[in-house]
């Protein structure tokens, strides 16, 4: 990763141009921009007719200018970070509070709660383990996941990683309706790097002033990013959590926009001695789900981020290489948020037409009598939910001896497994029972 190219001072482009020239730019009607072009990529986009780069970079930003606003948010050097949202932020602003705060399509089994544990375990499955792999975390996506389901205890850095993300997420859950603190955010930061740092110490803490900072820099070691002094980290520390809970900024600050603000203000100090994207990203879930925002339970943003890492580390950059502008970071994350609950429209479509091709394969096979019908429909919906001779009979209405027949028949054909538990035998579906039903019929 190299940093950006920095833009051209607009200073040095007003004062080179003609007045008359700058009074003629600066009045043209041009079309609003559909991307948030930084100047490394828009110097090599064609320009408006008429124009060179560099005057259309110097209308681009002045038409800019007119919408940044300061945040509480300073550099070291004690300049403000300034953001804007424009239309296209506006958009996904939109089908995020449509989508993330109210219902969606498909989303009954959500909603309802029928399966909402189960969607809410896998989830975060699904961003402890990508979180890890984005930040390096030396395991496969498939080891991950045996390791979470199976509860073993974690036997590698990489392990350590997954399992501490996973707990950290849980630890979200658990906090969202509370205020964020200094402690909650030493307590995530603690959990995520439980038994995975060099220096166990510094789990937990901010860096000290006696301290090397860290700094973020590529592996040829050019920095990419100088975070500021830790004597300052105290203060910052607090004045985050005061902007995480709501504090009042002298404008209108979408909720989504704040929690996007959260997890940059964040990284950008870079307060720890690692874990700080992870711990990132575990404030922006919070920041989400303190705001309501009931469905960011159900998205995995770090899955799309380890599928393009260049372009999440390229829009913070995108930030400090042109006046502090946090837009292109949180342009970048709107569109995260916006396909990963597409992702889970599909996710959940795609449930939705292999519930109904099993109902269909359900009512094909043969030898099934109505009972045995209804409760394989209810554990394709409900796997691990499991079943007795006495609740099989009373919800059915038969007699005990029928709901024995009933049971026994279906664990005979391989679609049931059973284990005693006390003195009754408890039935629970087979893993693969929608492949189990494909043979049977």
């Not at 166990?200 to 900072?213: I, K």
């Amino acid at each position: 990763m190299k940093v950006p190219t920095p833009p051209p001072a607009l200073d040095g482009l007003i004062t080179g141009l003609p007045p008359e020239r700058v009074y003629e730019l600066l009045t043209q009607q041009l079309t609003p921009e559909l991307r948030y072009r930084h100047w490394s990529t828009l110097r090599f986009v064609r320009p408006p007719e008429g124009m060179t780069s560099v005057e259309w970079w110097l209308t681009t930003k002045m038409a800019r200018s007119t919408n940044l606003r300061p945040l509480p948010l300073l550099t070291s050097l004690g300049r403000p970070i300034q953001v804007a949202v424009p239309d296209a932020g506006q958009e996904m602003l939109h089908h995020i509070d449509q989508q993330a705060a109210g219902t969606i399509k498909g989303s009954r089994h959500l909603a309802d709660g029928t399966d909402s544990d189960r969607y809410i375990v896998s989830s975060l499955m699904e961003e402890a383990i990508t979180s890890s792999l984005l930040e390096g975390a030396a395991t496969t996506h498939k080891q991950a996941k045996e390791l979470l389901r199976s509860g073993r205890p974690a036997r590698t850095r990489g392990e350590f990683m997954v399992r501490n993300n996973y707990d950290a997420m849980q630890l979200v859950r658990e906090n969202r309706a509370h205020p964020l603190t200094p402690g909650l955010v030493l307590r995530l930061h603690e959990t995520i790097t439980h038994d995975t740092l060099d220096d166990p110490s510094g789990a937990g803490r901010l860096q000290r002033p006696d301290e090397e900072r860290v700094v973020v820099a590529t592996h040829e070691g050019a920095i990419l990013h100088q975070p500021p002094p830790a004597d300052q980290l105290v203060d910052r520390l607090d004045q985050l959590c005061a902007f995480a809970n709501g504090e009042e900024v002298g404008f209108f600050m979408h909720p989504v926009v704040r929690a996007v603000l959260v997890h940059y203000w964040l990284a950008h100090d870079h307060p720890f001695v690692d874990g700080n994207g992870r711990t990132a990203r575990a404030l922006f879930y919070w920041a989400m789900l303190h705001r309501g925002y009931w469905l960011a339970e159900y998205l995995s943003i770090s899955s799309l981020l380890y599928k393009a890492p260049a372009k999440y580390a390229r829009a913070f950059l995108y930030v400090s290489t042109d006046d502090y502008d946090a837009t292109y970071f949180v342009l970048n994350q709107l569109e995260i948020i916006c396909r990963s609950i597409d992702a889970l429209h599909d996710y959940l479509d795609k449930k939705v037409r292999q519930l109904s091709e099993a109902d269909i394969r359900i009512r094909a096979t043969v030898n099934l009598n109505h009972r045995q019908r209804a409760l394989l429909g209810h554990a394709l919906r409900h796997p691990r939910f499991g079943y007795t001779f006495a609740s099989h009979a009373a919800s059915h209405g038969v007699v005990y001896q029928s709901g024995r027949t009933d049971l026994l028949g279906l664990e005979e054909k391989g679609l049931l497994t059973s284990h005693k538990v006390g003195k009754r035998y408890v039935f629970i579906a087979v893993s693969d029972l929608d492949h189990r039903l494909a043979e049977l019929s």
